[in-house]
């Protein structure tokens, strides 16, 4: 079983649409979540950053952690076409290897105008 | 600042022959990272620097080669290439994120490599 979870879709949505993508993950330690968006053919770009519990707003996104469960998400409100990509959880423990991300697998995200 | 870059951009080889991937950062960044990105496979760790002269394995080594000889550059060499290394290749460098002990990869734009 990988460390962490990622349903790598594609999740096709309509345009102006409330997306959800999430991640599971079975390492207790792991304190620092992130979100990150990778367009066709170009590198990942970080778009969002947790740490511990609770959410995080920012514009159209919020990422949300609940350790409790071991899930993150992270939701788009009004989706539009431009996002578009592939979204893909990381994560790190507290400690001297904490430069080291653990990631999922990607999620494929359509937006269909 | 450039950031990240990576030469080249495209690659075609030959079962047998080597290359070697060229990563450079301008961000004066002490962690940089190779990793191969592979259909429903996500981001696999091949080699990491934490600095300076020196490398460590990541979850998949096998077949590669690493050096960081300067601190701003990070070198992925193939010795022999087979078809299972085809691949895209990011590289990437890290820094502490203000006021947190979590870290921040930015990303170069990748190569994509091709073994016949």
Known sequence: ????EQDPGPLSVPEGAIVSLNC????????????????????????????SSGNKE????TAQVDKSSKYISLFIRDSQPSDSATYLCAMSAWGDSNYQLIWGAGTKLIIKP | NA?????????????????TLLCAQDMNHEYMYWYRQDPGMGLRLIHYSVGEGTTAKGEVPDGYNVSRLKKQNFL?????????????????????LLGSQGYEQYFGPGTRLTVT
């Open chain 1, 1 to 4: 079983q990988k460390e962490v």
């Open chain 2, 3 to 19: 950031g990240v870059t990576q030469t080249p951009k495209f690659r075609v080889l030959k079962t047998g022959q080597s290359m």
């Open chain 2, 76 to 96: 992925l060499g193939l010795e022999s290439a087979a078809p299972s290394q085809t691949s895209v290749y990011f590289c990437a460098s890290s820094y502490r």
């Open chain 1, 58 to 61: 920012d514009g159209r996104f």
């Open chain 1, 24 to 51: 599971t993950y079975s390492n207790s330690a792991f304190q620092y979540f992130m979100w990150y968006r990778q367009y066709s053919r170009k590198g990942p770009e970080l778009l969002m950053y947790t740490y």
